[in-house]
């Protein structure tokens, strides 16, 4: 009976989804039980609910190591190797924010029981994205995500910077989902059908790009360029990083960048690739472009989340470098991105634990100025910024480094020498301006003496980034196997 | 082509003109009118009216709506549903009894919430 | 029959009309509302598809397409109200509290 329409193993393969999805459902009823001092209890439900996910996505990947994508509810869902990894790397995600947001929310006043709820439903969206063979799927799980972005970007209702930046925030994200769709309305039109293996088929099939392919393309791109930030739809991420939580800055720089480039991926991959010649072309011109901006906009900045928000925007510039060497046939370019994901989520997600706890009672801290004289106060944790800047600039033995590295080689390998140059060159513009907040906390002296605002979750969370840094950066071995047996599915 | 759109070009044209025609004749007839401060007012021979007409009004209704939009459109999936009850059978009962289910547990969030509430 | 290529030129101009009001209009209910345009822009597109390449995705596609803008309209209304209640005002250019 069932079985006439999907295989039972379908749902099998969403359980991580759907857990995720009921312990959202869950944390929003639960909130009513709870006193107002014991908040903290959703946040332990979430992190339960994000265990669960992680377990069995760590039991499904040995399951498809070395076998063919697992593809589901009639050929919509897909599973594989590289969905598998880019899902923990976001549940990794989503729980290191939720141990960030405990004692954030409290200090805000704002520690409801909606603000973990959305976090886990945002992250269902990005699950989908990331496993979505499908236009409609994708179409869907990409607004999941987005629209639980906006409301956690506007999540301080009072505040004047939070409201600003989520009506910013929805209305150019909104704009992007139009002009995305609209590309999808044209791949159907080639395609007749919203599947991708069947898209890439058709456009095997035309003769040349016509004007309706191109346009279709560019379009889609568009769409997706605005949701990883590259220039030149990158103007709301300065805004959106500045007037949101930091909480939600830390995720909305981590999470969504994974899983948009999961998505990107996959569409240019698995429908896209008849025309590889065509978006080469279309992200060398926007990674060079990114990269520059990035760059050279993170030098003046004063806030320390418009400061990340312009650096992200130059990850971003190198991460796309990688899809110009995929498009040569490159497996090492996309192996290059997932590692560079990887490790851009802990050192980022570690950056912000500091910015962090750098909010005290009466006082914002968002300003790098704010960071000065934290090796007087707090050792500790400015040698684990210092570790993070480090690695951020892309320097040995940290994990940046191994990032970087992956992505000039492949480039090298593709014959790409001068975005290779470009890149090494603006590596060094970013060691600079990472250098300037080093500067801060070594050599000036505290502005305030408010104690910090440590706590457990910021302790745990801080422990995770710094271990996996380091250790992605001493020994990354494994990490490099694991990332090389995720791209492979696209490659057979 | 123009044969077929001939007599639609005829029409439009004669349904422009014929009122503009009309009102171009009453020009002759009508007395010339001169405003005055009573000849503007929305209700000429009623109560005179104290403020703007597009006058703002209170954000709850904006919540309503919005509650509205919501549980309204999401019944665009019973539609096709009920439409092919009989071909997905319990497949589609269960399917459908999971979407309503989360719908009802948003419904209960935001009745204890006090959303629906006229405050 | 009405060939394909009328339905796509209707879906492009409502397309570009959304979009130039989305660049030139001032006040964020009005750009909102040029962003479903475009919205429904597409929902033309993906009829006319489907009716001309005789399957039925693109009108699910739509389906979804409409719920997903409904769910938008809901988020972008309530952010909107928020903003107003901070600000007493809707025009973008009030939008300024953090400089370029």
């Not at chain 1, 607004?143 to 989520?166: D, I, P, Q, W």
């Not at chain 1, 060497?325 to 997600?349: H, K, P, Q, S």
């Not at chain 2, 059978?89 to 459908?96: D, I, K, N, R, T």
């Amino acid at each position: 009976m069932w079985n006439a329409f999907f295989h039972r193993a379908d749902y099998l393969a969403i359980k991580p989804e759907v857990l995720l999805t009921m312990f959202g459902l869950a944390v929003l009823l639960f909130d009513f039980l709870l006193e107002k001092r014991d908040k903290y209890l959703n946040a332990v439900l979430a992190l339960i609910g994000l265990g669960f996910a992680a377990v069995q996505l760590g039991m499904f990947w040995p399951l498809l190591v070395g076998q063919l994508p697992y593809s589901g509810f009639g050929g919509t869902f897909t599973l594989d190797t590289f969905a598998v990894l880019a899902k923990l790397i976001i549940v990794l995600a989503t729980a290191i924010v939720v141990l960030l947001s405990m004692k954030y929310l409290e200090i805000e006043g704002a520690h409801l029981g909606e603000y973990y709820a959305l976090l886990l439903l945002s992250a269902v969206g990005m699950m989908f994205l990331v496993s979505g063979s499908d236009l409609i799927v994708l179409f869907i799980a990409l607004e999941l995500m987005a629209l639980c972005e906006y409301v956690l970007t506007g999540f301080l209702r009072v505040n004047r910077k939070s409201n600003e930046a989520a009506v910013k925030f929805f209305l150019l994200g909104a704009f992007s989902s139009g002009l995305l769709l609209y590309g999808m309305s044209l791949l159907y039109g080639i395609g007749g059908s919203t599947k991708l293996s069947i898209i890439a088929q058709r456009l095997a099939e035309r003769p040349s790009p016509d004007p309706l392919s191109w346009v279709a393309m560019i379009t889609l791109l568009a769409g997706i360029f605005f949701k990883i930030a590259a220039v030149p739809f990158h103007q709301w991420t300065p805004d959106v990083y500045e007037g949101a939580p930091t909480s939600i800055t830390a995720f909305i720089s981590v999470a969504p960048k994974v899983a948009s480039f999961a998505f990107f991926i996959r569409i240019l991959i698995a429908a896209l690739w008849p025309m590889r010649a065509e978006w080469q072309v279309l992200t060398i011109g926007v990674s060079i472009a990114t990269m520059t901006l990035g760059n050279l906009a993170a030098i003046t900045q004063t806030n320390i989340k418009r400061f990340f928000g312009y650096s992200t925007i130059s990850h971003v510039g190198y991460l796309l470098l990688g899809l110009v060497a995929a498009a040569d046939g490159n497996r090492e370019g996309l192996t290059a991105i997932v590692i560079y994901l990887l490790v851009y989520a802990f050192m980022n997600l570690g950056a912000f634990s500091v910015v962090i706890v750098m909010r005290r009672k009466d006082l914002i801290g968002d300003e790098i100025d704010d960071l000065a004289g934290l090796m007087a106060r707090a050792p500790g944790l400015a040698i684990l910024m210092l570790i993070f800047l480090l690695s951020l600039a892309g320097i040995p033995p940290t994990a940046g480094f191994i990032g970087k590295y992956f992505i000039f080689l492949s480039l090298i390998e593709t014959g790409h020498y001068y975005l290779a140059v470009l890149a090494v060159v603006y590596a060094v513009v970013a060691l600079y301006y990472y250098f300037r907040i080093v500067v801060a906390m070594f050599m000036k002296k505290a502005p305030d003496t408010v104690p910090l605002a440590t706590g457990p979750g910021v302790t745990v969370a801080l422990g995770v980034a710094v271990a996996m840094t380091l250790l992605i950066g001493i020994y990354p071995q494994p990490f490099i196997m694991m990332a090389r047996e995720a791209v492979r599915p696209f490659f057979s | 082509m123009l044969n077929q759109y001939g007599p639609i070009v005829i029409f439009a044209v004669i349904a422009a003109a014929f009122p503009v025609a009309l009102l171009w004749l009453a020009k002759f007839v009508r007395p010339s009118f001169k405003p005055t401060p009573e000849k503007v007012m929305p209700y000429e021979c009623g109560i005179t009216p104290e403020s703007d007409a597009r006058g703002r009004y209170t954000v709850r209704f904006y919540v309503i709506a919005i509650l509205f939009v919501i549980f309204d459109v999401e019944t665009v999936y019973l539609y096709p549903w009920a439409v092919q009850y009989q071909a997905l059978g319990l497949f589609g009962l269960v399917e459908m009894l999971v979407f309503l289910g989360i719908l009802i547990i948003g419904y209960i969030w935001l009745w204890k919430r006090g959303a629906l509430e006229w405050i | 029959m009405v060939p394909l290529s009328h339905y796509l030129a209707l879906s492009v101009i409502l397309f570009v009309l959304g979009a130039a009001g989305f660049i030139l209009r001032r006040n964020v209910i009005s750009v909102f509302m040029c962003i479903e345009l475009m919205l429904n822009a597409v929902n033309v597109a993906f009829m006319a598809f489907s009716r001309f390449l005789g399957t039925l995705d693109g009108q699910l596609f739509v389906f979804f397409v409409i719920v997903v803008a409904a769910a938008e309209a809901a988020v972008g209304l309530a952010i909107i109200i928020a903003v107003y209640r901070n600000r007493e005002s809707l025009n973008i250019e009030d939008l300024d509290s953090m400089k370029m």
